[in-house]
């Protein structure tokens, strides 16, 4: 019996000719972004789970419903991020990004 994947319930393939109007979205906003001297930051996705749980709380629908988590191979607690604040602040943190200004 042949088993038939389909793209899971809430997400999307973004395909052409979506996709390269997307491209060209993304484009036109970092070309304003770098005019006011903004760069990207792209962190990791997946961060230790205590990030999140520290950073929006445990009681929270995000921790309790919305967090794949799972521990790796050494026991850490490891989560796919579910939003991107808490690894920029983290990033930004670690990397002493306040004092390259």
Do not use: C
Request: hydrophobic share 30%; glycine share 6%.
């Amino acid at each position: 019996m042949s088993q038939s994947f389909k793209v899971i319930p809430g997400t999307k393939d973004l395909l052409p000719p979506e996709s390269t109007h997307w491209q060209n979205v993304e484009q036109t906003i970092r070309e304003h972004l770098a005019h006011y001297a903004y760069d990207e930051i792209r962190t990791p996705i997946l961060e230790n789970t205590n990030l999140f749980v520290r950073s929006i709380g445990t009681e929270t629908g995000v921790v309790q419903k919305e967090m794949y988590t799972f521990d790796d191979k050494g026991g850490d607690s490891v989560t796919m991020r579910p939003e991107g604040t808490a690894s920029v602040v983290r990033s930004y943190i670690e990397n002493n990004l306040a004092r390259q200004d």
